[in-house]
């Protein structure tokens, strides 16, 4: 099956080892049906998440990944690239590869605290290092309660450094009936921030 030429420009998507990782697999399968190309990096801990949470165990091998992550979601493998976390060659290591979008989703609280000390051990880390040195954007969509003073010093030093907070604290003016609901309304905040026009999301006083 050949895809049509994406019509957005590419985003990363990231997913850390907090938990709500249908957060990050619906954003995926949205922004496919956007025809958006996406550069995907699953932290170590991300894996043991959606292994708990969702029965979805991927292996190990990007490529491998790529293939089975697609078939769970119903996607074209096509419509994505998985990368290993010391892939060094990968696009999103690198400011000159021109990727002008990333998201976390969801971020782990340990994920927050390394990349608000400038880490950069991993290609998730230098990823968003890449997309803050670069002032590109960053959307951070973290998932924790309760929160510490440190965990909301950490927000609030990315936020001075460009970072787009977005927790995930869904509403419920729209009466969400099922959990996909719930998660669609996060999702669906996420888009609007990459500025998609994204005729799904449910909007106030419609």
């Known amino acids: 099956m050949s ?3 994406p019509s957005a420009e590419p985003v990363i ?6 938990s709500g990782a249908a957060y990050g697999l619906r954003l995926i399968q949205k922004l496919v049906n956007l025809n958006t190309f996406q550069h ?55 400011g000159s590869a021109g990727i002008k979008r990333m998201v976390v989703i969801p971020c782990s609280m340990g994920t927050l605290g390394r990349i608000a000390t400038g880490a950069s051990d991993n290609l998730i880390e ?14 951070l969509v973290p998932r924790e309660t309760p929160l510490s003073s440190i965990h909301l010093e950490n927000m609030l030093r990315l936020s001075h450094a460009g970072a787009q907070i977005l927790p995930a604290m869904p509403g419920f003016y729209h009466r969400p009936e099922t959990v996909d609901e719930v998660i669609d309304f996060i999702v669906e905040r996420v888009i609007d921030q990459l500025d998609f026009n994204n005729l799904e999301a449910k909007r106030w006083g419609k």
Not at 13 to 18: E, S, V
Not at 126 to 139: F, G, N, S, T, W
């Open 3 to 5: 895809l049509p030429k």
């Open 40 to 94: 995907i990096l699953l932290s170590d801990a991300a894996r043991v998440v959606l292994k708990q949470e969702l029965d979805l165990e991927l292996p190990d091998s990007p490529k491998a990944c790529n293939e089975k992550l697609a078939q769970h979601l119903g996607i074209p493998s096509q419509a994505m690239r998985c990368y290993g976390l010391t892939d060094w060659f990968s696009p999103t290591a690198s």
């Open 13 to 18: 998507i990231a997913i850390t080892g907090a």
């Open 126 to 139: 230098r990823a968003v290092d890449v997309i803050l040195k670069e002032r590109r954007q960053l959307i």
